[in-house]
């Protein structure tokens, strides 16, 4: 990979700044002095220093997003704003996408990555990774619903889902439920409840397995995930 976009990948700038600080003289690769944006370095195994600083190498980013409610799980869109356009310039750099998909409306965890296979493993449903929502339902959710859905229920489509954790934590006119899923359906929980003949009117996610929406995160803000809620996944998930 050229210097230059290896340098703007960590974080040192824009392609354009990045030429100015190769150009002031400050950069050394394996002890060498090089100041052409042109000159290819294999990032995992060259030793590149900046004013003295090795620059670590990093390939992959992993962030914890708490999504609003009018972004679209998506990396870009012609209308619509996605939840990589709140990302900051320098996570951008690594091209992360989000794992699995929130409804526009949906809020709550969702994590980006550019760790292709991690987030084919998380969203497999071989590997049936627990999601818990939180939701208000319009009418009661009764006991009869928490039955059904740990049986699965039949959607719109003739699918028959997998059996489904429903707790009622409040029973009302609105409804506050908490359910885990271990698959990830089109709309799901959504339809799930239309199954059943009731509303989801608001939908939050707030765990994938025991990885925990951070609730110091407000809507729209994010943070990269932790060693050890990283260490989390890639045990769940079997990687390396
Ligand atoms: N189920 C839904 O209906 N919507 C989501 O965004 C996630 C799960």
Redesign the pocket.
């Known amino acids: 990979m050229r210097i230059d976009k290896y340098l703007a990948h960590m974080g040192f700038g824009t392609r354009k700044e990045v030429k100015s600080l190769l150009k002031s003289g400050g950069t050394r690769v394996n002890d060498d002095v090089i100041k052409s944006p042109k000159v290819h370095v294999d990032a995992e195994h060259d030793v590149i220093t900046v004013q003295g600083e090795i620059v670590e190498y990093r390939q992959f980013i992993y962030l914890m997003v708490n999504k609003p409610g009018d972004l679209i799980?998506a990396t870009e869109d012609a209308d619509e704003m996605t939840v990589v356009d709140i990302l900051e310039p320098e996570d951008h750099l690594f091209h992360p996408f989000p794992v699995g998909?929130?409804?526009?409306?949906?809020e709550g965890l969702l994590l980006l990555t550019n760790n292709g296979q991690l987030s084919h493993r998380l969203t497999s449903p071989k590997k049936e990774v627990g999601?818990t929502?939180v939701a208000d339902i319009e009418g009661h959710v009764t006991q009869e619903d928490v039955e059904a859905f740990s049986r699965g229920v039949t959607l719109d489509d003739g699918y028959h889902t997998k059996p489904a954790r429903l707790q009622v934590i409040e029973s009302g006119e609105v409804s506050r439920i908490e359910l885990v899923?271990t698959e990830?359906?089109?709309?799901?929980?959504?339809?799930?409840f239309e199954s059943v003949g009731k509303r989801?009117t608001y939908?939050k996610?707030t765990q994938m397995g025991e990885l925990a929406l951070d609730e110091a995160l407000d809507p729209g803000e994010y943070r990269e995930l932790r060693d050890e809620e990283l260490d989390y996944l890639f045990e769940l998930t079997n990687m390396e």
């Open positions: 799980s998909r929130l409804d526009k409306d949906t999601k929502y899923i990830g359906k089109f709309h799901q929980v959504k339809r799930m989801v939908l996610r």
